[in-house]
């Protein structure tokens, strides 16, 4: 090997060797932290995953809370315990809504109300929870406060609107909802016929199946 090829190997590996010097302790602190997010990204998804087994474990044992055992009905007292200890999110929505439902059967419509106005629900049941406190709510004499909570326009809405408004004495405007929500609903769908009996009750006329859309 020649000399000068030496030098330069020699002044390559000098180069090498100073720029660690100058640049090591930036380079063990960058290895450093990319490991820490490392690990504690995987800590974070462990941890994410753990909580969504509790929540899926807390959930089951409010919905066997809200089951009858023995023959017996729903104790809604210790299912309204139950489904408390659930905070918030998806699980905890939907258990409140089943306990509004045995609140119900339970011939308790105001607490019903009062567990459903409390639900802080995940957006995807914003629009579940509406509708069936909106439906209580008319059951129980308050239409106005229903119609507030009946702003969707999908035919569940409509039709809950139509029955609102005609608890206000709204016939007209009820009649519009009634009509509008038909137009919604397959020819097919089971709940068609008792929204036409609804329509006509209010002096609408059912479109042909050839004018839905």
Known sequence: MAIDEL????????????????????????????????FGWQWWQKRQQQQHEQAYHDYQGAVEALRPQGGKPVDTK??????????????????????????VDAGQADAAIATLRAIQPDPS?????????????TETGKPDEALKLL????????EARGDALLA???????RDAYL??????????????LLELKLTDVGGTPPKPAESV
């Open 151 to 158: 702003v969707a326009q999908d035919p569940a809405s409509l």
């Open 125 to 137: 049941l914003q629009g579940l929870v509406n509708l069936r406190l909106a439906r209580l709510l």
């Open 168 to 174: 206000a004495g709204k016939r007209d405007e009820a």
């Open 7 to 38: 030098l330069d190997e020699h002044e390559q590996g000098e180069r090498v060797r100073n720029w660690l010097r100058n640049n090591g302790a930036g380079l063990l602190g960058g290895i450093a932290l990319g490991l820490a997010l490392i």
């Open 78 to 103: 210790q299912a309204q315990a139950a489904v408390a200890k659930l905070g918030d999110g998806v699980y905890a929505g939907l258990a409140a809504l089943q306990l509004a439902r045995a609140q």
């Open 180 to 193: 509008k929500a038909l137009t919604g609903i397959d020819v097919a769908a089971p709940e068609r016929r």
